[in-house]
Each structure stands twice: as structure tokens, then as C-alpha cells.
T-cell receptor, first 115, second 115 residues
Framework: AQKVTQAQTEISVVEKEDVTLDCVYETRDTTYYLFWYKQPPSGELVFLIRRNSFDEQNEISGRYSWNFQKSTSSFNFTITASQVVDSAVYFCALSEGTNAGKSTFGDGTTLTVKP | KAGVTQTPRYLIKTRGQQVTLSCSPISGHRSVSWYQQTPGQGLQFLFEYFSETQRNKGNFPGRFSGRQFSNSRSEMNVSTLELGDSALYLC??????????????FGEGSRLTVL
């Protein structure tokens, strides 16, 4: 069975600080996708980033960056220079094979960015 | 481009009743998935439809059912409602479908309260 663990339940930072959200996953699939989604108070989950299991290259996209390490089954997400608008619940998700339609989600990390 | 639309946004039912929730995916998306979100269980996969066929089903009782129409719109139904069915029901669509789906695009959800 697949599993996604987000050990950090809540994180609080002050604006402009960098923050890293941790994600550890378990799967028997050899090919899969990993995602990060953001859920603001409005409730709608918003896609942030996707990483394929066969591509461990870490990238930066604006203030977002991620560190995918297959050897440790981790997919951590970093927000640089956090802003108040980044306050939300962040979910890490793992697809079943390459079918993201059936994804397993972590319990989420609530990020609060204080001004 | 219109996003994923879910109706109704809020509804209140009593135990034993049934409810039908509707989801209109992004135009061109053929895969529609449903998730249940509760404080205690987090985000849990209900089922996924692709081209009017249920491709995957989560671990929910038979009271939970769904269908997809030829225009990719989807409905889910919960019969004989129980208090524990109170949740935010999220619909998500994806472009590629099949076994190579990309990221999910979520609607704002239908918040069901069972009294």
C-alpha cells in the first residue's frame, strides 16, 4: 500500500524567512509522480509542482524549489522568502503508478507566515 | 478558461437521506476523480472516472457511487447518509487521462453536513 507522511503538522515563520516542508513516501511502483498542492482557506487545492520518479533533478521555480531524493524516498518543498499569502495547508501527494487520478495524499502541513 | 465547477457548494442533510453532488471538469479533461476530506481522515480517494468508465475505486462502502457522462461531467451519490459522511467532497480533473495523468485540477468542493 502506498503511504505519504508529512511529519510537520504546523509550521509558523515570519515573513521573508525560508521554510522547508518535508515529505516521505512509500510505494512499490517503479514509476510514479510526486506532487505538492496548496490549499488556501477557500478550500480549493492548487497544484504547485510535479516530479517524475525517473527524474531526480532538483529545480527552482520562482520562490519554490524542491529536493527529490529517491534513495531516501523524500520529496521536500522549500519556499524562499515566504510571504503572508503563502499561509495555507500544503499537501504532498503520490500517484498510483503514473495515474495521478488516484493519488495518495499526506495529512498536510499548515503553514502560517506572520508579517 | 473555466476551472472545475462543483455544485452545490454547501448542503445540509439528515441521517438516512441521500445526496447527489455534481462536478464539471475543465473543458477537454476526460479524467475526473473524487476525494473526501475530513479533519480526522484527511484526503481520501473515492473513485476515478475516465471516458464514462469507473477506473478506480477507493475503500468506501457501496453507499458511495458515481458516474460520468459523455461530456465528462460527473456526479457522485451517497445514499443512507451517516453522520460520519460530513465532509468536504472534492472533485478533480486531469487532462491526459489513461495511465499517464498529469497534475490534478481541483474544484472548490461541496461541503456536506449531515445532522
Amino acid at each position: 500500500a502506498q503511504k505519504v507522511t508529512q511529519a510537520q503538522t504546523e509550521i509558523s515563520v515570519v515573513e521573508k524567512e525560508d521554510v522547508t516542508l518535508d515529505c516521505v513516501y512509500e510505494t512499490r511502483d517503479t514509476t510514479y509522480y510526486l506532487f505538492w498542492y496548496k490549499q488556501p482557506p477557500s478550500g480549493e487545492l492548487v497544484f504547485l509542482i510535479r516530479r517524475n520518479s525517473f527524474d531526480e533533478q532538483n529545480e527552482i521555480s520562482g520562490r519554490y524549489s524542491w529536493n527529490f531524493q529517491k534513495s531516501t524516498s523524500s520529496f521536500n518543498f522549500t519556499i524562499t522568502a515566504s510571504q503572508v499569502v503563502d499561509s495555507a495547508v500544503y499537501f504532498c501527494a503520490l500517484s498510483e503508478g503514473t495515474n495521478a487520478g488516484k493519488s495518495t495524499f499526506g495529512d498536510g502541513t499548515t503553514l502560517t507566515v506572520k508579517p | 478558461k473555466a476551472g472545475v465547477t462543483q455544485t452545490p457548494r454547501y448542503l445540509i442533510k439528515t441521517r438516512g437521506q441521500q445526496v447527489t453532488l455534481s462536478c464539471s471538469p475543465i473543458s477537454g479533461h476526460r479524467s475526473v476523480s473524487w476525494y473526501q476530506q475530513t479533519p480526522g481522515q484527511g484526503l481520501q480517494f473515492l473513485f476515478e472516472y475516465f471516458s464514462e468508465t469507473q477506473r478506480n475505486k477507493g475503500n468506501f462502502p457501496g453507499r458511495f457511487s458515481g458516474r460520468q457522462f459523455s461530456n465528462s461531467r460527473s456526479e457522485m451519490n451517497v445514499s443512507t447518509l451517516e453522520l460520519g459522511d460530513s465532509a468536504l467532497y472534492l472533485c478533480a480533473s486531469s487532462l491526459e487521462g489513461g495511465t499517464n495523468t498529469g497534475e490534478l485540477f481541483f474544484g472548490e468542493g461541496s461541503r456536506l453536513t449531515v445532522l
